[in-house]
């Protein structure tokens, strides 16, 4: 099966940075758009960044300018770089792949999958 596993959370005061990262793994042979959503206590969960396999980005009007999605093809990895962090940045990140994949009962396309969230905490 497909896992994809996020990293680099934590507490940070309003200005900092943090540096998510996501590692997707198993029997992936395409790896199609890749993102970061987050939900806050009482919200729901709303896109953060996605970015494509050819590069192209998209971002929440919330966070352009300050947060930055990449992605390292050769590793199915995508990275979400969050500068000028603010109280309401607070939330659970979730990270998001659409993949191609091929399993125990065959192969399976654009598969969307889901990590288990990672908490990000703005606060003084």
């Known amino acids: 099966q497909v896992q994809l596993v996020e990293s680099g959370g934590g507490l940070v005061q309003p200005g900092g940075s943090l540096r998510l990262s996501c590692i997707a793994s198993?029997?992936?042979?395409?790896?199609?758009?890749m993102g970061w959503y987050r939900q806050a206590p009482g919200k729901q969960r709303e896109l953060v960044a996605t970015?494509?396999?050819?590069?192209?980005?998209n971002y929440a009007e919330s966070v352009k300018g300050r947060f930055t999605i990449s992605r390292d093809n050769t590793k199915n990895t995508v990275y979400l770089q969050m500068n000028s962090l603010k109280p309401e940045d607070t939330a659970v990140y979730y990270c998001?792949?659409?993949?191609?994949?091929?399993?125990?009962?065959?192969?399976?396309?654009?598969?969307?999958?889901w990590g288990q969230g990672t908490l990000v905490t703005v606060s003084s």
């Open positions: 970015v494509i396999s050819g590069g192209k980005t």
């Open positions: 198993g029997s992936i042979f395409t790896t199609n758009a």
């Open positions: 998001n792949a659409d993949v191609d994949y091929c399993g125990d009962f065959g192969c399976h396309e654009d598969v969307e999958v």
